[in-house]
């Protein structure tokens, strides 16, 4: 039965539940919903302001405060006052390890594989839990401006966010009492809201640059037949808005001949400068210079000199779009649109620097940190039926396998397919008898699963005793839409079946992604030679371990002549399975495989006519 509900707020009939769109970002948050004109609005509750900025602030009580009043505490209790938890979320301490420095409050260290805890006030918190503050904050403002009760969401993360991280996200949703009905892609969110790809006889190629305060990243989308499609991503999680106060701090200090570590030492006056510092860089985005004091300070800045400040983190971001053009495949001139994302593309500098790279001028009417909250709230719409159906495709960044025989990485899901996707490949025992089978998943490049990552490791229990290579075993590979894997094993004989889902344990940071598939390219000549000589070798072992069987089995059917020259054969094969070397194993295992041919005719020939007889046919 559908809920019919009136909508205070609106003053209209609502069949349906709102479904709302969050952004749920680095330095600032966002929710916004389908007015009843059908647009995408921002929600502004009670004149709090749009932008909520993603802080936490834990009180003596333990109680969380957040936004514009938590930021406050930055200055005052940093220690108690957590920003940039997206950072966090679905990472291990080893994965952020190198920017430490960045982070006031306590970041738990002592297993540097698991998830990374804060510590706060008093207790432990993990990122899911501090994320859930924010979206909690964000449902409260959603209902109160609404007038109705939001319980359905889609939040929007970085294209480059891995499984760990989607998951984390998703449970951070189910964390403040919201069903996450779809993780999209921020640029997928950003272009749906310039109406991108709501045309299903659309084919087009477009750039969204995302710079945030402390994030930039840049997305090469293909849309065609309503379907988005990530074909590249890039960026580095450590450049922002961010970046470009500090280089005016810098400045400043300089300028007025103070000693960064002086004033390091005074947290207010740091504080106050920086945001002093922030508010310059913006009112350089409409106006020629900014001119204030505080205290005995003089904080003066010129547009050009900002420029100056900030040219070598720009051009930094565009060497970014330039690999993610390689990536793709493409250049500038294949670029049809080109989105502009982030309160930092608010700076004239940055805008132009983009115009000049892609060459053309890039998209910039919809307010750059409202235009992703915006674009979610449209796919919640296309969630909620109000729409013409809309698939969104991603990309897997790294292949998906098993651990084979002799480790090595057998591919089921290859990098840059396209999700949802499902696959599967049939396995046997390699001993008789086996009644486990170990199945291990691994993510990576290369060859040998050793030089790949673990996700996760089961046992398919209970296989019926049969001789190695008749149990059949499907392992089937499933990745949903918001990149989640779930494997499967069952052998068919028996029906035994076992699944998991894979919430790796740490997460995979887009520097280990780009580092490992250059490893394997780096690699990819010894890796293919230990591959042969692996397979070689399991080949070799799989046929001794079948030869030795058959000649103690079949003793009836040969001659003493045959069983001995077989077993010089098989002496043979071993040492040659001592050498390591490939065409040396492959040549004996040919050998012997030649040599024992027409015995193993022979039995089975032997065996059917004893089959033959015993059916007696008339
Ligand atoms: P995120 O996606 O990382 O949460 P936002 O998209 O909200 O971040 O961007 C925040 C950054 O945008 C901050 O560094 C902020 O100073 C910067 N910013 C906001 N408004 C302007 C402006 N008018 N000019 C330049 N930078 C701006
Ligand atoms: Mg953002």
Redesign the pocket.
């Known amino acids: 039965m559908a809920k019919i509900s009136i909508n205070l707020a609106t003053g209209s009939f609502q069949k349906e539940e709102i479904i709302v769109g969050i952004?749920l970002?680095?330095t600032n948050s966002l929710v916004a919903f389908i007015n009843p004109d059908k647009n995408p609005q921002v929600i502004n509750d009670a004149g709090k302001g749009i932008l909520v900025p993603s802080v936490v602030y834990f009180n003596g009580q333990n109680e969380a405060v957040v936004g514009n009043e938590a930021k406050e505490y930055l200055t005052t209790d940093p220690s108690n006052t957590i920003f940039s938890v997206k950072r966090l979320l679905g990472r291990s301490y080893k994965d952020v390890a190198e920017h430490k420095d960045i982070f006031s409050y306590k970041i738990i260290d002592d297993d540097s594989d698991a998830l990374v805890k804060i510590y706060a006030g008093d207790r432990f918190y993990t990122p899911i839990e501090l994320s859930g503050e924010i979206l909690k904050e964000l449902k409260a403002r959603a209902e109160h401006a609404l007038k109705t009760p939001v319980n359905r969401a889609v939040i929007t993360v970085p294209a480059y966010f891995n499984d760990s991280q989607r998951q984390a996200t998703r449970d951070a949703g189910k964390l403040a009492g919201l069903d996450v009905m779809r993780i999209v892609n921020?640029p997928t969110a950003a272009s749906l809201a310039y109406g991108i790809g709501l045309d299903p006889s659309q084919q087009k190629t477009i750039a969204v640059y995302?710079l945030?305060g402390g994030t930039f990243d840049v997305s090469i989308l293909q849309i065609q037949n309503g379907i988005f499609e990530v074909l590249a991503t890039n960026g580095n999680t450590y450049l922002g808005g961010d970046d470009f106060d500090r280089a005016i701090l810098n400045y400043w200090l300089e300028k007025n001949n103070l000693d960064v570590a002086v004033v390091a030492q005074d947290n207010i006056l740091m504080q106050t400068l920086r945001l002093q510092a922030e508010a310059a860089k913006k009112a350089l985005s409409t106006q020629n210079l900014y001119n204030e004091q505080v205290g005995e300070f003089w904080c003066t800045l010129d547009k050009q000199t900002f420029e100056q400040l900030i040219s070598a983190k720009v051009e930094e971001t565009i060497t970014a779009c330039k690999n993610a053009l390689k990536d793709a495949d493409l250049s500038a001139s294949d670029i049809d649109e080109v989105i502009l994302?982030?309160g930092s593309t608010r700076t004239p500098f940055v805008k132009q620097a983009v115009e000049n790279f892609f060459g053309k001028k890039p998209q910039d009417n919809i307010n750059p940190d409202e235009v992703?909250a915006l674009g979610a709230a449209i796919q919640a719409d296309v969630l909620a039926g109000n729409r013409s159906d809309i698939l969104l495709l991603d990309v897997t960044p790294l292949s998906l396998g098993i651990e084979t025989m002799g480790g090595l990485m057998d591919v089921i899901i290859a990098r840059n397919s396209k999700v949802p996707t499902k696959a599967g490949r049939q396995y046997t025992t390699s001993i008789d008898g086996q009644v486990n089978m170990k199945i291990s998943v691994y993510q990576g490049e290369r060859d040998l699963v050793k030089e790949n990552r673990k996700l996760a490791e089961f046992d398919l229990k209970g296989i019926p005793a049969m001789p190695a290579g008749l149990p059949k075993v499907d392992i089937n590979f499933l990745l949903n839409a918001d990149g989640i894997l779930t494997v499967q094993a069952i052998e068919l004989r028996s029906g035994v079946k076992q699944e998991i889902e894979i919430t790796p344990s740490y997460g995979l940071s887009d520097d280990t992604v780009e580092k490992m598939l250059l490893d394997s390219i780096e690699h990819a000549k010894s890796d293919v030679e230990q591959r042969m000589l692996i397979e070689a070798r399991s080949e070799g072992e799989q046929l001794l371990y079948t030869a030795e069987r058959f000649i103690e089995k079949h003793a009836e059917h040969l001659t003493e002549g045959e069983i001995s020259a077989t077993k010089t054969h098989i002496e043979a094969l071993r040492t040659a399975l001592a050498t390591q070397e490939k065409d040396t194993i492959l040549k004996k295992a040919d050998e012997l495989n030649e040599f024992t041919r027409p015995f193993a005719e022979r039995v089975m020939d032997a065996a059917i006519s004893t089959a033959m007889k015993g059916k007696k046919i008339e």
Do not use: S
Request: aromatic share 0%; hydrophobic share 20%.
């Open positions: 952004d970002g680095t921020e995302d945030g994302v982030g992703v």
